[in-house]
């Protein structure tokens, strides 16, 4: 069964909506320049509303280590997800205590070349945008990934509404998919009526 991210957590409404929804992962997002950033302190205040089987996870773009594990012990994550330029060495080293997700921009494929460098617990293939480190609502071309052998456990993202969702999941077969602005109202805000449709046809297409 495919599984679900819906990132760009902002509020306890949302954040519950999607949990009754069945997802499996929530991300919040604690990269200052967002227009989906949180902080620990907001984090930790949705979670506490969350059940504990949904994925927790912190979304950060070259932080310090140091802010890093900061962060996920104030807020209560139990996954880390990588959107910068971190080395194969950085994501190791929080491997013993946190599911780690590496995230890369895609153009082409030549830019799959350095993912299975990475000893992470799964690959975020997101599209690339010069402006922007994620949520563009862009998709890239999934064909890039064709005959290319991937060693992790794939989460694929980059512009996935309700409408494309199937389609993806044919072509790519993901272990997951992340959402983010497919299912918004505006940056932040979640559509419910959105998020009901992308999980049916995740469903559907399971």
Not at 64 to 79: F, P, Q, Y
Not at 168 to 176: H, S, Y
């Amino acid at each position: 069964m495919t599984r679900i991210k819906i990132c760009g957590i902002t509020n306890k409404i949302d954040a519950v909506n999607a949990a009754e929804l069945g997802v499996d992962m929530l991300g919040f997002v604690f990269y200052k320049k967002s227009r989906r950033y949180v902080s620990a302190a907001m984090a930790e205040d949705i979670i506490n509303e969350l059940p504990p089987r949904i994925g927790k996870v912190g979304v950060f773009v070259d932080e310090t280590r140091e802010s890093v594990i900061k962060a996920a012990e104030d807020a209560g994550l139990n996954m880390l997800q990588f959107h910068g330029d971190e080395t194969p060495e950085y994501c190791r080293y929080f491997k013993n205590r946190f599911k780690v997700i590496k995230a890369f921009r895609l153009k082409s494929k030549s830019d799959l070349k350095a993912i299975n460098d990475y000893d992470a617990d799964f690959y975020l293939l997101d599209a690339y945008k010069s402006d922007s480190i994620g949520g563009t609502g862009e998709t890239f071309d999934w064909k890039i990934l064709k005959d290319f052998e991937i060693l992790r456990p794939v989460i694929l993202s980059g512009g996935l509404t309700p409408v494309n969702i199937s389609a993806a999941i044919k072509e790519v077969a993901p272990c997951a998919v992340d959402v983010s602005t497919g299912v918004e109202a505006s940056p932040g805000k979640k559509d419910l009526t959105l998020m009901k449709k992308f999980v049916e046809n995740v469903r559907r297409s399971d």
